[in-house]
């Protein structure tokens, strides 16, 4: 899908990638949604893209502002977080965003097929990003990627009982361009 269709974001502990995954849920929690602009992580790596801050201002202490945990600042603070952005804003520039399980690990593939780009959709069929993948999305939309491959993750139980299910409701949105199902990997059936 575009990255410029994912407007809001909810924080990924509404719900993880594991224990969430494809499932159909009821409540509140799309109108909780923010605008993906207003994030602190968001407006961090914005600004660091644009020149407005440089890797000096990238300390432990903004990272934890912006919101990250205490373990992934402290890892991005010893590794060079403005190092690690400029290395993702270089790939993605050559290669986009990367969807191939077989050599995932690298700066915009995932680690397993979980560790995408994952959104959720509303009670009215809005696309929310789940907080997952959000440096390879923030990247994209920063440098206006056409597509980015998504991995749904929750879709909102409303939404999903007006339509006729999969073939009317996922194959007709008008966000997403292509809906498929990927095979489970083994590693991931034993988790």
Same mark, same amino acid.
């Given at each position: 899908?575009?990255?410029?269709?994912?407007?809001? /974001?909810?924080?990924?502990?509404v719900?993880?990638? /594991?224990? $969430? #995954?494809?499932?159909?849920?009821?409540?509140?929690?799309?109108?909780?949604? #923010?605008?993906?602009?207003?994030?602190?992580?968001?407006?961090?790596?914005?600004?660091?893209?644009?020149?407005?801050?440089?890797?000096?201002?990238?300390? /432990?202490?903004?990272?934890?502002?912006a919101? @990250?945990?205490?373990?992934?600042?402290?890892? /991005?603070?010893?590794y060079? @977080?403005?190092? @690690?952005?400029?290395?993702?804003?270089?790939?993605?520039?050559?290669?986009?965003?990367?969807?191939?399980?077989?050599?995932?690990?690298?700066?915009?593939?995932?680690?397993?097929? $979980?560790?995408?780009?994952?959104?959720?959709?509303?009670?009215?069929?809005?696309?929310?990003?789940?907080?997952?993948?959000?440096?390879?999305?923030?990247?994209?939309?920063?440098? #206006? +990627?056409?597509?980015?491959? +998504?991995?749904?993750?929750?879709?909102?139980?409303?939404?999903?009982?007006?339509?006729q299910?999969?073939?009317?409701?996922?194959?007709?949105?008008?966000?997403?361009? $292509?809906?498929?199902?990927?095979?489970?990997?083994?590693?991931?059936?034993?988790?």
């Amino acid at each position: 899908m575009s990255p410029t269709e994912i407007a809001t /974001y909810v924080e990924y502990d509404v719900f993880t990638k /594991y224990g $969430y #995954a494809g499932r159909i849920e009821p409540g509140e929690w799309d109108l909780r949604a #923010a605008p993906l602009s207003s994030s602190p992580k968001y407006r961090l790596i914005r600004d660091y893209q644009t020149g407005v801050i440089d890797s000096s201002d990238l300390t /432990y202490q903004r990272l934890r502002t912006a919101g @990250y945990p205490e373990s992934e600042a402290a890892f /991005y603070t010893e590794y060079g @977080y403005g190092t @690690y952005l400029d290395t993702l804003f270089d790939s993605v520039k050559r290669n986009g965003i990367e969807n191939d399980h077989t050599g995932a690990g690298s700066q915009t593939q995932p680690v397993d097929r $979980y560790d995408q780009i994952a959104v959720n959709i509303g009670r009215n069929g809005a696309v929310i990003f789940n907080s997952c993948g959000f440096h390879r999305l923030a990247t994209a939309k920063l440098l #206006a +990627v056409e597509t980015v491959p +998504v991995r749904l993750n929750v879709i909102h139980e409303d939404w999903w009982e007006r339509g006729q299910g999969i073939k009317t409701q996922l194959l007709e949105h008008p966000s997403l361009s $292509y809906v498929d199902r990927l095979r489970p990997a083994w590693i991931d059936v034993v988790r």
